[in-house]
């Protein structure tokens, strides 16, 4: 599993010899940063974790940090998007208006219009358990790890773009750099060390919500427990496991 | 080939070479299969039916090809024998081949290279979390705990800190102009209408700053933004006593960390060092401020400060009952007390508790500095500001500006209001 | 009102991907005219049976081309035959199309056998390719010749389903696409076969009529009156189930054909219903009606079947295009609409896709230089001694 990292193992081993503390072990592997669930301390194990998202789209108020936080996190070339924000505007007469920031920096603006009630809808890859990508790609490039993540191996990747029209959601594009499909991985490389998803790290208002569904104490959980919620395209089969609390009708 | 079957000479040595290596070929497999059921060797669906149909082809030549042929048959399908069989070798070649190429680690979680996953985690985080930025910034960082940004991550504003961190002269981005601010607080019919948001236009002519380009940094500390750097405030809201700002007016170079020698509670008394005097001399001096002065908790991360005047809530103490010892509060019976039973205790009853009412009530904070004369220079005007009103002084002055203060409530007021304290 | 989701208005399969199903199309046709004669022994079919399949061949070597321009990583295309993920649509490709790749290959062995031993019987480089592809067996004799064409009958046989398999297979991979109701329908299986067919009776119509026209050489009469009957009924049949595709989504007006048919309307007004149903369908239609109807003078009626297998060519390119591409301009918010218009000299552009497209004609040509396309009697008897 951890094999990029001879640290992770050192450290292990380590924690296993001294039967110590998870505190111990932060004070010896400076280079890491330190997590921020205390159950992920040690070296990951994908079989106790089950990553699940929430998105509160009553709480989002559009300033897209995620946007931003998720291009410098994973250099995302700009117009491609692993995340972005949408805002709904339904107006008087009904019809529906939606638009997303596409400018550099993501900043909304402000639309006149005759406006009957308005909204924001962050969106991501829904990391769907049924997921139609990972079914339509034809050389197993595209994956669902044990914890609950659709990722793309990037060196297996032939590039055919069949997982591009194949996802629902439009989640997923080609990446200029190298020609293969790239999506939201959920910051793997950040939930596996113990931090938060960079989008939900800097979600001011907290309309991101990222947990371990196999944890019962985990927020999410209680979340999902508590809120009634909604996936998006359920006629789709894939069983999306990003949950939508507030979800306006309008919202594909 | 030839040789085999030249003169219809029946089976020659080609055909059952070609015969076994075709069954050979079937059962391969199946027999590499099972005899590798630790798992090491994937036998794919291509490799089984390459082989299979690869080896009957062979197999077929092979049984084809050691006919007795005659002269007189109709069809002499010798020739075609080696193509054949080149094709059935052709088969299993690439799909045999093709199995040399699979990733060692392909399919030992599922259909996918199982390297993969842990590639995927090799790459380092940028965006390190709070608790990263408090070890080095704790006093920022618990101001900024305190306050209304309180849930925003550092990185939301300062974008991620991992060059910072490895070297602290890459300066993490500060989005000190107004555009930064407004990202979030600009107002937007889709945002959610408790969140606070404003039209700059709106709010600068509400709080009368001229200069539309000016920074949201002049008056909020983006740390601290519920506190006001300058005192700009209609006085409405009292606020709450846990930043540094609050008692420590001004600003100063340096770092902002708490001395060990600093209190942890404050009181009353820090600020209203007079007021607080004068009570211990009045009929109520054992009561706590906090007891008619209530903390009503507004949002999460705001709340005020009332006095109830109600005459109701004097009553609570004060009602004449038959249950109260001798040593409780002298109680009244309000229907008896007062001609006008409506009226507020307070109106005849106010040198009990403090003295004239309209007198300035705060003074600058009276209570141990860390290092002399530390913290409390005094910044300059932002010269940007536009003219003050005379209710905007420089902030020592604004502690105490009894001129501008609106006229203490005459008793008349509503009974049943909350008032605030500026 | 009008929205995509950021992502769509990067279009990810390009030309290539219209030309793809265009030429592997060409390639199932081709195959059943080559079977009509090796199969069905359609003896109208003779004179351009090898044609026919040399055509096949031709066209099967160079369709994987556009995918692998196309492809982003084309290095690693040989990754859908070592780790093939059958689960997905794309994953068969690589073998059913090797697989039918192995089975023309044979079969034109057997076809140019006769040739190949005619040119091996000479001397010089030439002689000794052909003596190697010969795998060293140059015995020729009536018995072989019977052989040969019991062999070329049962491949051929096996071959039908692997050419329906392999392009309506890539119907299949649309038509499968659950997110995308353009594409989303069981029909494309059969639209895509029925449009192979049309494609495929088309161009070796338009060819044959375009090498006897530049050689001068006499068309065979029955050979064309055959061939425009069948291009006849395919097209019918094509443009049949293409309408009733149409027409059944428009008619049960579900919720998809409020944007399907502001699709339609506001960006693929020309290319879907001006050309693909109105100019490319309906002319060649009443052509190859009036051919068949009515006794027209052999120039007239010629000129009637080379330019209805011409407009017909063209009719399933668009069709791919309006495929492919119109199924891309929707997006999958079903909001609005994103724009594609091929660059021309870029990586995946119009030029390429011209070369692309007329490589396999120019081998074809050098293949004619190499074996007969032709019956013998076809080349010795040009037009003008025919008067």
């Not at chain 1, 914890?147 to 989640?171: E, F, N, R, S």
């Not at chain 2, 036998?43 to 084809?64: N, T």
């Not at chain 2, 940028?126 to 309180?150: S, T, W």
């Not at chain 3, 059969?190 to 338009?206: C, E, K, M, P, Q």
């Amino acid at each position: 599993m951890s094999r990029d990292n001879p640290c992770r193992w050192s450290r292990r081993e380590l924690l296993q010899a001294l039967s110590a503390g998870s505190g111990l072990l932060l004070l010896h592997c400076g280079s890491q940063p330190p997590g921020e669930r205390q159950a992920q301390r040690g070296a990951y194990d994908w079989n106790k974790h089950f990553w699940g998202y929430a998105v509160d789209t009553t709480r989002c108020i559009g300033c897209c940090a995620c946007m931003r936080a998720c291009r410098r996190e994973n250099d995302v070339p700009l117009t491609y998007y692993r995340t972005w924000v949408e805002r709904y505007r339904i107006l008087k007469d009904d019809r529906v208006a939606v638009d997303v920031a596409t400018n550099d920096e993501h900043i909304f603006s402000p639309v006149s219009g005759d406006v009957k009630k308005a909204f924001f809808v962050p969106k991501l890859c829904n990391h769907c358990s049924k997921s139609v990508c990972n079914q339509v790609c034809p050389v197993g490039a595209s994956y669902y790890t044990r914890d609950g993540v659709v990722l793309v191996d990037t060196k297996w990747c032939i590039g055919c773009g069949y997982c591009v029209q194949a996802c629902p959601y439009g989640t997923r594009y080609i990446r200029p750099a190298d020609h293969v499909a790239d999506k939201c991985t959920l910051c793997y490389h950040r939930i596996t060390r113990g931090l938060l998803p960079a989008c939900v790290e800097v979600c001011p208002t907290k309309a991101r919500i990222f947990g371990d569904l196999k944890d019962p104490k985990d927020h999410l959980v209680t979340l999902l427990k508590q809120r009634r919620y909604r996936v998006l395209r359920p006629e789709m089969g894939t069983r999306p496991k990003c949950y939508y609390l507030g979800l306006e009708r309008e919202v594909i | 080939m030839k040789t085999s079957s030249s003169t219809g000479s029946g089976r020659g040595i080609f055909s059952w070479l070609l015969l076994a290596a075709g069954v050979a070929f079937v059962i391969t497999p199946f027999v590499l299969a099972n005899a590798t059921t630790s798992g090491r060797v994937e036998v794919s669906l291509p490799m089984y039916a390459g082989m299979v149909l690869g080896g009957l082809i062979l197999a077929g030549v092979g049984l084809l090809s050691g006919r007795r042929t005659s002269e007189d048959d109709l069809r002499d399908y010798r020739h075609a024998y080696p193509m054949l069989a080149l094709v059935g070798l052709i088969i299993i070649g690439v799909t045999g081949a093709r199995q040399i190429f699979v990733p060692p680690t392909y399919g030992q979680y599922g259909h996918y290279r199982g390297a993969a996953p842990a590639e995927a985690r090799v790459r380092k985080p940028r965006h390190l979390g709070q608790q990263q930025c408090k070890e080095c910034h704790d006093d920022i960082g618990k101001l900024h705990d305190k306050d209304a940004h309180g849930r925003v991550a550092c990185e939301t504003c300062h974008g991620p800190g991992h060059k910072h961190k490895a070297d602290q002269n890459n300066k993490l981005t500060e989005p000190r102009s107004q555009e930064g601010c407004l990202v979030c607080h600009r107002r937007l019919l889709a945002r959610p209408p408790a969140f606070p948001q404003i039209r700059v236009a709106d709010h600068y002519r509400l709080v009368g700053v001229k200069n539309m380009k000016l920074a949201c940094v002049k008056c909020h500390s983006p740390h601290e933004p519920l506190y006001m750097d300058r005192d700009l405030r209609k006085a409405r809201l009292h606020p709450l006593v846990h930043r540094c700002r609050d008692c420590h007016p001004g600003r100063t170079n340096r770092g902002l960390q708490r001395p060990k020698t600093h209190p942890a509670i404050f009181e009353c008394s820090y600020c209203h060092k007079k007021r607080v005097a004068d009570f211990a001399s009045r009929k109520h001096k054992k009561l706590r401020c906090s007891t008619c002065h209530i903390f009503v908790k507004e949002t999460p991360f705001a709340g005020r400060i009332v006095r109830d005047t109600d005459r109701r809530f004097c009553l609570l103490c004060h009602r004449k009952a038959s249950f109260r010892s001798a040593s409780a509060a002298p109680g009244i019976d309000p229907k008896t007390h007062m001609d006008a039973p409506k009226t507020a205790c307070i109106e005849c009853h106010s040198d009990a508790i403090h003295g004239d009412i309209s007198a300035p009530t705060r003074e600058p904070a009276q209570i141990p500095r860390p290092a002399p004369g530390a913290p409390a220079t005094t910044a300059p005007r932002p010269a940007a500001m536009a003219p003050r009103p005379a209710a905007m002084a420089p902030r020592p002055a604004a502690m105490a500006p009894p001129a501008q203060r609106p006229a203490p409530r005459t008793p008349t007021a509503p009974a049943g209001s909350m008032e605030t304290h500026p | 009102m009008n929205f995509v989701f950021p992502n769509e208005p990067h279009v990810v399969w390009s030309v290539m991907i219209v030309l793809y199903p265009f030429m592997s199309g060409l390639v199932s046709g081709a195959f059943i005219v080559a079977a009509m004669y090796y199969v069905f022994r359609q003896e109208a079919f003779k004179p351009i049976a090898r044609f026919a399949l040399a055509s096949t061949l031709v066209f099967l070597v160079f369709a994987p081309l556009p995918l692998l321009v196309h492809l982003g990583n084309p290095a690693r295309g040989g990754n859908i035959m070592i780790t093939p993920n059958f689960t997905s649509a794309k994953a068969g490709f690589g073998f059913i199309f090797s697989g039918f790749m192995l089975l023309v290959s044979m079969m034109a062995w057997f076809v140019f056998r006769k040739d190949l031993l005619e040119r091996a019987r000479g001397k010089g480089p030439l002689a000794l390719i052909s003596r190697l592809i010969l795998l060293l067996d140059t015995r020729e004799s009536e018995a072989t010749r019977r052989a040969d064409d019991r062999v070329l009958r049962i491949l051929g046989g096996i071959g039908i389903p692997l050419a329906i398999l392999l392009h309506g297979y890539v119907g299949f991979m649309f038509g499968s696409l659950k997110a995308n109701p353009w594409w989303s329908t069981p029909l494309m299986f059969v639209i895509f076969v029925f449009s192979a067919l049309v494609s495929g009776f088309a161009v070796i119509t338009f060819h044959y009529f375009l090498v006897s026209w530049i050689n001068r050489w006499k068309v065979d009469s029955g050979c064309v009156q055959a061939l425009s009957r069948y291009l006849w009924g395919f097209m019918i049949v094509a443009v049949g189930l293409e309408l009733l595709e149409l027409m059944s989504i428009a008619y049960q007006q579900t919720a998809e054909w409020e944007v399907l048919r502001r699709l339609i309307e506001e960006r693929l007004w020309i290319s879907y219903v001006v050309l693909q149903f109105g100019l490319l369908a309906l002319v060649p239609f009443l052509l190859l009606l009036t051919n068949t109807l009515l006794e027209l003078p052999r120039r007239i009626s010629r000129l009637l079947v080379w330019l209805a297998a011409a407009m017909l060519l063209l009719q399933v390119l668009v069709m791919r295009w309006n495929v492919v591409i119109g199924g891309q301009l929707l997006s999958k918010s079903f909001r609005g609409f994103t724009s594609y218009m091929p660059g021309l000299w870029e990586k995946e552009g119009l030029f390429v896709g011209v070369i692309i497209f007329t490589l396999p004609f120019l081998i074809l040509y050098g293949f004619h230089k190499f074996v007969h396309l032709f019956p013998d009697d076809h080349q010795a008897r040009p037009r003008d001694r025919e008067a």
